[in-house]
């Protein structure tokens, strides 16, 4: 098969990997539409591009993205001008990326081998709704550090609240989802970095997640139902407001509120 000459293999992942399943075609094109359309994807996109320029990561700055999974993360970074090197285990996504974002380069990795291939030195490295899906987190995160340019940033999101946790955590390969003291405590053992911020976000969604979540439990709801796209209307409304929200976020930082994720950013030594 002749690859897009901006992919590049270097190992992959089994289909079927415990922690990364992309077996079910079916739920794999939900998950494209989604990431082409819900509001969450078009939401968190544009909240992860707000932290790094106010972090001080502003384009072209350089950002290495570690499970890049389909692109969605790397092509709207792309777009806005950041130099964007995404990385996966799975060839199928990783094509996917390629076709979101042909500026961008990417590279076919299985990272449960380590990150010895990968480039080094970046300004920013991203771990994207990744670190729930491992075993070692912790592990994850030192490697992911290596690959940081001295003052650069490490940072990431992860699902949030262990009273959300549902079949959908489970049918995605989720090992847990956290809050600030756990995912504190894993950040500030990492080595040779400093914890810069760690937010809530996504307040809007916990009570609504909470409702869903619980009625698809009793009907045994799965992936595929939480990966539906909302109506137009419905879908355009918590859009609006979850931009509403991120605008307000440093009020917000101030109310014991939680959200449904949670945005950390380490900073690497000099």
């Given amino acids: 098969m002749s690859l ?6 270097l190992s992959a992942l089994d ?4 922690a990364y ?3 079910d075609a079916g739920v794999m094109e939900q998950l494209s539409r989604a990431e082409d359309a ?6 968190r996109n544009a909240f992860i591009a707000q932290h790094l320029e106010r972090l001080g990561a502003c384009p072209p700055a350089t950002v290495l993205e570690l499970g890049c999974g389909g692109g969605c993360v790397s092509a709207h970074l792309a777009s806005c001008g950041f130099r964007v090197t995404g990385v996966d285990g799975h060839l199928p996504r990783v094509l996917e990326a390629a076709r979101r974002a042909r500026s961008a380069t990417f590279l076919v990795a299985d990272l449960t081998k380590g990150v010895a291939e990968l480039p080094v030195e970046q300004d920013v490295v991203g771990l994207f709704d990744v670190l729930e899906h491992l075993v070692d987190p912790g592990a994850a995160l030192a490697d992911a550090l290596g690959l940081v340019r001295s003052g650069g940033l490490l940072v990431g999101t992860v699902p949030a609240l262990m009273a959300l946790w549902s079949q959908v955590d489970v049918s995605a390969g989720h090992q847990t989802r956290f809050d600030k003291q756990s995912l504190g405590a894993l950040l500030r053992a990492v080595d040779g970095a400093e914890l810069v911020e760690m937010i809530w976000f996504n307040r809007l969604l916990a009570p609504m997640m909470w409702a869903r979540r619980r009625a698809m439990a009793s009907k ?11 109506s137009p209307v419905v879908n355009g409304t918590l859009l609006r407001a979850l931009r509403v929200e991120y605008a307000l976020e440093r009020a917000l930082e101030r109310t014991p509120v939680p959200g449904a994720s949670l ?4 900073r690497k030594r000099r």
Wanted: glycine share 2%; hydrophobic share 50%.
């Fill in 263 to 266: 945005w950390f950013a380490l």
């Fill in 4 to 9: 897009p000459s901006n992919v590049r293999v």
């Fill in 220 to 230: 045994q709801g799965d992936l595929s139902a939480d990966l539906a796209l909302p």
């Fill in 38 to 43: 819900h509001f969450w994807h078009l939401a």
């Fill in 21 to 23: 399943d992309i077996s």
């Fill in 15 to 18: 289909p079927n990997h415990a």
